[in-house]
């Protein structure tokens, strides 16, 4: 999220709207986090920006909403920590590119 919500900014966007799949995560973004928790500094990073001239709208979504999203944060996983930048799809989720395009859809179950 800080470094989408990094790459924004320098793009000069005037709007955004931050997709999150984690509940927990948009209650810190909002509302901030207690300074003893482990991931406080990363929310402070993130409010940083999230507090600039800007409108960033922050929304909690089910992973299968934004299914190459959660393809691309999963890709990550086996690259090397490091800040990687795509100017294409990388070859693993162009199929999940094209069901998204064409508008294919999945189910999930909620227990309510």
């Known amino acids: 999220m800080y470094y989408g919500l990094y790459l924004a900014w320098e793009k000069k966007a005037s709007r955004v709207e931050l997709e999150v799949d984690t509940e927990m995560v948009v209650g810190f973004l909002r509302t901030r986090v207690s300074e003893s928790h482990p ?4 929310v402070r990073l993130c409010y940083g920006f999230i507090s600039k001239d800007w409108i960033v709208r922050i929304v909690h979504v089910y992973r299968e909403a934004n299914r190459l999203a959660d393809g691309l944060a999963n890709y990550a996983f086996s690259l090397s920590v490091c800040f990687d930048y795509f100017d294409s799809l990388p070859d693993c989720v162009c199929s999940i590119s094209a069901a998204d395009t064409s ?3 999945s189910s999930r179950h909620v227990v309510v």
Do not use: D
């Open 103 to 105: 508008g294919a859809t």
């Open 39 to 42: 991931l406080s500094f990363l």
